[in-house]
């Protein structure tokens, strides 16, 4: 089946600091991943769409120049969150789709704390 | 604007099915009906899809009503690894997921 792999699982670092977490799709090509984030007792929330070779598109609310998003192949998306806060922390995750009537498939999520 | 309303919670026997309720009354003729499900810190798990006729597969049953405004996901013999939140979702095919708030699954030994 679809494999949707994330790394890394978990990261911490401190405030001020850019963290980058990769999102790879391993037996498919995706020429769209999604970002979400989630915070504790929360549902996910879509922070924006991956396409390859062009521009993310944000969600409301979510700001481009903090995280910054990169879709440079069709089985690799990047999420860097900038200036790391402690505000940041949160379980980032992604996903990808196929082409056509499929289904979208997620990684096992980043869980990020900021010091 | 919420698509569909599930139930908060819902309690189930281990081994016996566990039925659980979406309502979509406002579902478009090109949106299909998808079930995830996520287990505690881990990523959502795809379950099934469809669009008008009932699904079956390795994993789960999908019923939905005729006229398309509401459906039920069937676990067939619940596990306490089927312990999660499970989240309906209507959406167009090729379009993004909005997760709503889900239903928290509960298996009891």
């Known amino acids: 089946g679809a494999v949707v792999s994330q790394h890394p699982s978990w990261v911490i670092c401190k405030s001020g600091t850019s963290v980058k977490i990769e999102c790879r799709s391993l037996?498919?090509?995706?020429?769209?991943m999604f970002w979400y984030r989630q915070f504790p007792k929360q549902s996910l929330m879509l922070m924006a769409t991956?396409?390859?070779?062009?521009?993310?598109?944000?969600e409301q609310g979510v700001e481009k120049d903090k995280f910054l998003i990169n879709h440079a192949s069709l089985t690799l998306s990047t999420l860097t969150v900038t200036s790391a806060h402690p505000e940041d922390s949160s379980f980032y995750i992604c996903?990808?789709?196929?082409?056509?009537?499929?289904?979208?498939?997620f990684g096992d999520g980043t869980r990020l704390s900021i010091l | 604007d919420a698509k569909t309303t599930q139930p908060t919670s819902m309690d189930c026997a281990e081994g016996r099915a566990a039925n659980l309720p979406c309502n979509h009354s406002?579902?478009?003729?090109?949106?299909?009906v998808y079930w995830y499900r996520q287990i505690h810190s881990q990523g959502p798990q795809y379950i099934i899809h469809?669009?008008?006729n009932n699904e079956t597969n390795e994993m789960a049953s999908l019923i939905i009503t005729e006229d398309r405004k509401s459906s039920t996901l069937i676990l067939p013999h619940a596990t306490l690894r089927d312990t999660a939140v499970y989240y309906c979702?209507?959406?167009?095919?090729?379009?993004?997921?909005?997760f709503g708030k889900g239903t928290r699954l509960h298996i009891l030994p």
């Open positions: 991956s396409n390859e070779g062009s521009k993310a598109t944000y």
């Open positions: 469809g669009l008008k």
């Open positions: 406002t579902i478009s003729g090109n949106e299909y």
């Open positions: 037996d498919f090509q995706a020429t769209t």
């Open positions: 996903s990808a789709k196929r082409e056509g009537n499929q289904p979208q498939h």
């Open positions: 979702i209507v959406r167009p095919r090729d379009d993004k997921i909005i």
